[in-house]
């Protein structure tokens, strides 16, 4: 087993896995988290790697640059 590892982001939600649709390249991966849904691309092969599936308890871990807001 790895061993947890600690992150320079500090935006981490923790939530549940409620969609995982795989492509030929990447995954659509949807995580319920308090506020809502926050949908992730990532590629397929991370997704297979992490085993993820709907139901796991994952952590949502944002980090960016900017962070827009519109009203």
Do not use: F, W
Not at 9 to 30: C, D, H, W
Not at 55 to 67: F, L, N, P, Y
Request: aromatic content about 0%; hydrophobic content about 50%.
């Amino acid at each position: 087993m790895i061993p947890a590892m600690e992150l320079s982001a500090r935006n981490q939600i923790p939530g549940t896995v409620t969609s995982v649709k795989l492509g030929a390249v990447m995954a659509e991966v949807q995580v319920r988290i308090e506020a809502g849904d926050v949908v992730s691309a990532i590629t397929a092969g991370s997704a297979t790697a992490l085993d993820l599936k709907e139901g796991d308890r994952v952590t949502v871990i944002v980090k960016a640059t900017e962070v827009l807001i519109g009203k």
